[in-house]
């Protein structure tokens, strides 16, 4: 493993620390008080910015040693997470009869394309120094977007006392 990649990963655990002690100590006790469908669009908000996502097929940050598959993963994958998150937020802000489902969903596709470019990225020889300036978008990003992720679990299941589908 090179001095790059040790960096990378002491960078994303540290990040995926303070953001967890963050979450714990300021963001869960404001968010229990609130009703859950606004609890879920504040922990749905970094989904909400995975368009950024795109930046890996740009030619700011796109170098011929990156592997196109895990750009394209990325790109694609975190504008699909973008748009099911967004399509979560808005029908949430609505209390849509299907709100709930909805950021469900959203939690899935973002999951799901946050794995596929991780299991890419150990799957081939990344160098991860090519990515120059765009390597300060993923060592905060996207400890900021898997903490999003468990913290969105925390408000899909039901509270004591509220029924499990929510009410338009």
């Not at 609890?39 to 890996?56: D, S, T």
């Not at 709100?99 to 799957?123: D, E, K, M, N, R």
């Not at 905060?140 to 969105?152: D, E, G, I, Q, Y």
């Amino acid at each position: 493993m090179s001095v790059d990649w040790i960096i990378y990963c002491v960078q994303f655990v540290l990040s995926l620390v303070v953001i967890s002690l963050l979450s714990r100590w300021f963001l869960f006790p404001k968010l229990d008080t609130l009703p859950r469908e606004t609890a879920l669009i504040v922990v749905l908000g970094p989904q909400l910015f995975r368009h950024m996502g795109m930046f890996a097929l740009s030619q700011a940050a796109y170098d011929s040693t990156i592997p196109l598959n895990w750009a394209s993963s990325i790109a694609i994958g975190d504008l699909l997470s973008h748009l099911s998150a967004v399509t979560a937020a808005i029908l949430l802000h609505r209390r849509a009869a299907f709100s709930i489902a909805s950021a469900w969903v959203a939690t899935g596709v973002g999951l799901v394309c946050f794995v596929i470019p991780s299991v890419i990225l150990l799957q081939s020889p990344f160098p991860i120094h090519r990515l120059y300036a765009a390597w300060f978008l993923p060592a905060p990003f996207v400890p900021a977007v898997l903490m999003s992720h468990l913290c969105t679990f925390r408000y899909l299941r039901p509270r004591q006392g509220q029924p499990i589908a929510s009410t338009a």
